[in-house]
């Protein structure tokens, strides 16, 4: 998900009543491909912040989502490619600007009610028509990452919305219509944001009932606590904030039925902790492995399973601010840094250095960019050929912080100044906290050399360079103009063997023009009780409990 702060959320308890849920049983009925039954504890790092999808951007809240609701498309299982949900097929018109899907027949919500065309037409006509509160864009973060702005913009700043309207010609046909062409519209459907709820739940329990503000938002409405009604494998029974979130299987799924009988998402806020939980056998599972503790667990006999790569870490240079606007002293800065040393000492197995803005696992990715290896004299070269004199740049990095990308910034910095220096730089050290002061410093375009990272929302890639790049933005400074041109005609080409073409010419010239220096890619990890199987990482954390079971 996007760079953002991590909730802080109090150390939590395991209560009697789920300890004494656990267990392999083989109680309940026949699943999908072997003996169903038993409880699943998943040690969660916060709360989620709402289990209805269109209000939230972070991995807890959309793990518990992805269990509850379906959207029309998902990721391939450990992958990224779009495959059908509640949607069979999907076609676009000749002009990019209606898209056609064929819906699953016969799909139930939870309550009953059918989930049909009207339903899919009145979820997106739901957030095309937010108000208020809900426009804020850390309330609904996703629509306008997809789809901008709304059917009234209450921001001037808003740009018109790529959705333009929704029909339904029939139950099992929806067709939505854009008001310009967009091929990475469709990855983006496959976010728990654009999960299909039933219209009479989110009807009946105040789904739009949103006051307070941007930053503080309330929801008033019962429908993201205690009331959410999807189509997914598993129904809510309970949510707790600060104990447990209970899910039970749906016995009246369209597809092969969850093996397992009761998942629950126990929020254990601290790391060591779930650690602790894990081996303790209060929980089964839990995400985000403190890289310290693997050795650890795996001498314990836990499995490890690692998150297949998808983000970017990077060293950015804004090139509106000398001397990072001379070609030759990026070049130089690039040729300086030791990136497999710092990868090697400060990142997980797995992790992998970097030498393009987008991971390998998507289409697009060119294996031909310019390279830019780690060679002192040649950066010092460089610097001579520059013109530039005693070089002294101010490295902007954050404290407070730890992304998977970055897991101790200060760190990564001190790396990174020892080799500029040994190239002939001179480092002005400036750091902030993270949020606000750093996010702002870095995003108004004051910060002249930074360290940050993205991870990917979506298969598409447009969410990694498109997200960069395909706009002027203040914290890169000017770029050269083909950059913009490219990515946005990759963004709106409708073949993708064209468009997989596009995107590998735009990653040539972006690392050309170098905007700053990618460093790695992560894979972080998960860990798991030794009885339970079925459980496939995604690249995009959209990972499905049904597949799993407890031996």
């Known amino acids: 998900m996007r760079h953002r702060p991590a909730a802080a959320v109090g150390l939590l308890a395991l209560s009697a009543s789920l300890l004494a849920a656990c267990g392999g049983d083989d109680s309940g009925s026949e699943g999908g491909g072997g003996a169903a039954g038993g409880t699943l504890v998943f040690g ?7 289990l209805d999808g269109a209000y939230t951007s972070d991995g807890e809240s959309a793990r518990v989502q992805r269990q509850i609701f379906e959207t029309l498309v998902t990721t391939a299982p450990g992958g990224t490619e779009i495959e059908p949900l509640l949607a069979t097929e999907y076609t676009p018109s000749d002009d990019g600007l209606a898209w056609t899907f064929t819906l699953r027949d016969g799909v139930q919500f939870h309550d009953g009610t059918p989930m049909d065309a009207a339903a899919v037409c ?21 629509w306008q990452t997809v789809f901008s702005g709304y059917a009234q913009n209450e921001d001037p700043e808003l740009p018109q919305s790529l959705y333009a309207s929704c029909e339904a010609p029939d139950a099992t046909t929806a067709v939505i ?6 091929s990475s519209f469709l990855a983006g459907l496959a976010l728990p944001a654009f999960s299909i709820a039933s219209p009479k739940a989110l009807e009946e329990f105040g789904a739009d009932d949103v006051s307070g503000t941007g930053e503080t938002p309330s929801f008033d409405g019962t429908f993201g606590t205690t ?24 016995e009246d799924y369209w597809g092969e039925k969850a093996r397992l009988e009761r998942l629950i998402f126990q929020p254990i806020a601290d790391g060591p902790a779930r650690r602790q939980a894990l081996e303790a056998g209060q929980i089964q599972g839990y995400d985000l492995v403190d890289p310290a503790d693997l050795g650890a667990l795996e001498s314990g006999g836990f499995q490890l399973l690692e998150r297949p790569a998808f983000n970017v870490g990077y060293l950015a240079f804004n090139t509106a601010k000398p001397p990072l606007d001379n070609p030759k002293v990026r070049q130089a800065v690039a040729h300086a840094l030791n990136r497999q040393a710092l990868v090697d000492a400060q990142y997980p197995p797995g992790s992998e250095v970097a030498k393009e803005f987008m991971p390998p696992e998507l289409f697009g990715y060119a294996e031909d960019v310019p390279e830019y290896p780690y060679d002192v004299e040649r950066a010092k070269q460089l610097l001579a050929e520059s013109g530039v004199a005693n070089p002294t740049i101010e490295f902007f990095y954050p404290t407070d912080v730890s992304r998977p990308y970055m897991p101790n910034p200060e760190a990564n910095f001190q790396a990174f100044t020892s080799d500029l220096e040994a190239a002939g730089f001179t480092v002005t050290p400036r750091s902030a906290p993270w949020n606000p002061e ?34 002027q933005q203040a914290a890169w400074g000017p770029l ?9 005609a990759a963004r709106t080409e409708g073949d993708l063997e064209a468009r997989t073409a596009a995107y590998e010419e735009a990653n040539r010239t972006i690392m050309e023009f170098l905007p700053g220096v990618p460093y790695v890619h992560t894979s972080p990890s998960l860990a798991f009780a030794p009885n339970v199987s079925g459980y496939e990482p995604s690249p995009v954390g959209l990972e499905e409990f049904a597949s799993v079971s407890l031996g």
């Open 122 to 142: 009145f979820n997106f006509d739901r957030w095309y028509n937010f108000s208020g509160v809900q426009q804020s864009s850390s309330v609904s973060y996703y």
């Open 438 to 471: 750093y996010l702002d410093t870095v995003q108004s375009g004051g910060a002249s050399m930074y360290l940050l990272g993205w991870t990917g929302d979506f298969g598409d890639p447009d969410n990694f360079v498109g997200t960069f790049f395909r706009t």
């Open 480 to 488: 050269a103009p083909e950059i913009y041109s490219q990515l946005e």
């Open 177 to 182: 219509n854009l008001t310009s062409p967009s």
């Open 227 to 250: 009331d959410a009604v999807g189509t997914g494998p598993f129904r809510l029974e309970s949510n707790e904030p600060g104990t447990s979130v209970v899910l039970v299987r749906n």
């Open 44 to 50: 969660a790092s916060a709360d989620p912040v709402s």
